[in-house]
């Protein structure tokens, strides 16, 4: 995600503008994380591949419904 089109609950402005601390600090935690894919570097390599083959399993489950 980023800050483009986020408004700051706090000042109203555009979060990317940074007017007031909460917008600065919301901005900065989202450079920081990246995204989703932030947010998968912080897993390890076995839930990594867990999270796969859950989601494999789903897509064969929801294949064979249809």
Same mark, same amino acid.
């Given at each position: 995600m980023t800050c483009d089109r986020l408004?700051?609950?706090n000042c109203a402005a555009p979060v990317s503008e940074g007017r007031c601390p909460v917008c %600065?600090?919301?901005? $900065? %935690?989202?450079?920081? $994380?990246g995204g989703l894919a932030g947010l998968l570097s912080g897993?390890?390599?076995?839930a990594l591949l867990a999270l796969l083959i859950v989601l494999v399993a789903v897509a064969v489950l929801a294949h064979q419904a249809a």
């Open positions: 408004v700051c609950a %600065r600090a919301s901005r $900065e %935690r989202l450079h920081q $994380e897993l390890s390599p076995v």
